[in-house]
């Protein structure tokens, strides 16, 4: 049942980017987040509400943090969906597990340093493992970044991939975020709540800088939908991630997440008519594969960890 609640979930959050895509023709990215943001606190405080989940937190500033990092990698990522094909911004956003192995590798790199021996003076400089593997799968990611981003550049589209590949780098830092929040015993509906504040607090203060669109309704009419929709990919994935009783389930779970890069795929092809080619789909299954690589090789070296996205 997990594996069906996170394709749900999949199939959720790539709704939410066509209807991104449609509202950012009225819409800038800063007033898509706010929207998203103030639909989503309705929606997840009667969610909390009806769950019986305290929204009183007695660590607002891991939360703040949370937010900050959040709502910049969701900022990135409207801004990205608004300029390029839906498919290549939906890609790049989920590079978030190949971002937290670039993370561990450099972590290693770190952690190379001398060591004093047991016993007797300076020892020997001590390399930790460096995990040749996530190496190799990094490599592999960026190597589909290329050929998914070329048509992009040649149609000086450079700064939205940009854009694009830094929301799921710092999606990447969001992630780790949430680890330490549910380490420190907070419910992920409360989480997910002051994420959606933080989006609207954010959004709010980049319409200072960016304006305010004229309300047109052929375009607001989106808004709706990318708050619940995003508020329900969130529960669902939520709920696989619960219903995962096993390492081997919650990996299932995880793995599946990347089907949401197979239902953009479909949605950009399919509703805005954008061209794909085959360097293009080879890139795509480069990242997806590296991807679920990425997520094995990471169980196998750091802890259980809830949901990495928060769309």
């Known amino acids: 049942m997990q594996a069906l609640w996170m394709v749900a979930s999949a199939l959720f959050f790539s709704l939410m980017g066509v209807c991104v895509k449609f509202a950012s023709a009225g819409f800038n990215s800063f007033e898509l987040?706010?929207?998203?943001?103030?639909?989503?606190?309705?929606?997840?405080?009667?969610?909390?509400?009806?769950?019986?989940?305290?929204?009183?937190?007695?660590?607002?500033?891991?939360?703040?943090?949370?937010?900050?990092?959040?709502?910049?990698?969701?900022?990135?990522?409207?801004?990205?969906?608004?300029?390029?094909?839906?498919?290549?911004?939906?890609?790049?956003?989920?590079?978030?597990?190949?971002?937290?192995?670039?993370?561990?590798?450099?972590?290693?790199?770190?952690?190379?340093?001398?060591r004093q021996r047991a016993v007797g003076g300076p020892g020997n400089v001590s390399r930790p493992p460096l995990q040749g593997a996530l190496v190799f799968t990094v490599l592999v990611a960026f190597g589909g970044v290329l050929l998914m981003l070329r048509p992009s550049v040649a149609q000086d589209q450079g700064f939205a991939s940009v854009m694009g590949l830094l929301s799921g780098l710092v999606a990447a830092f969001a992630y780790m975020q949430v680890v330490v929040l549910s380490r420190l015993g907070e419910p992920e509906a409360r989480v997910v709540f002051y994420f959606a504040v933080g989006s609207t607090v954010f959004g709010l203060a980049g319409m200072g800088f960016a304006g305010i669109s004229s309300w047109n309704w052929t375009h607001a009419v989106?808004?709706?939908?990318?708050?619940?929709?995003?508020?329900?990919?969130?529960?669902?994935?939520?709920?696989?991630?619960?219903?995962?009783?096993?390492?081997?389930?919650?990996?299932?779970?995880?793995?599946?997440?990347?089907?949401?890069?197979?239902?953009?795929?479909?949605?950009?092809?399919?509703?805005?008519?954008?061209?794909?080619?085959?360097?293009?789909?080879?890139?795509?299954?480069?990242?997806?594969?590296?991807?679920?690589?990425?997520?094995?090789?990471?169980?196998?070296?750091?802890?259980?960890?809830?949901?990495?996205?928060?769309?």
Request: without cysteine; positive net charge.
């Open 33 to 114: 987040v706010f929207w998203r943001g103030v639909i989503s606190v309705i929606f997840l405080a009667a969610v909390a509400r009806a769950q019986g989940v305290s929204l009183a937190t007695r660590y607002p500033g891991a939360h703040a943090w949370r937010s900050l990092v959040g709502t910049a990698s969701l900022g990135a990522w409207f801004y990205a969906i608004g300029h390029i094909p839906l498919a290549t911004a939906m890609t790049l956003n989920y590079m978030s597990s190949v971002w937290i192995a670039v993370f561990l590798v450099a972590g290693a790199l770190l952690a190379w340093v001398p």
């Open 222 to 311: 989106w808004l709706l939908p990318i708050g619940v929709l995003a508020s329900l990919g969130q529960l669902a994935m939520t709920r696989a991630y619960g219903s995962a009783r096993t390492p081997a389930g919650t990996l299932l779970v995880a793995n599946l997440h990347y089907s949401g890069i197979v239902f953009a795929a479909l949605f950009s092809v399919l509703l805005f008519n954008d061209h794909i080619d085959k360097l293009g789909w080879i890139g795509m299954a480069l990242i997806v594969g590296s991807g679920i690589t990425a997520t094995i090789l990471r169980q196998r070296t750091v802890p259980k960890a809830p949901p990495a996205e928060e769309r």
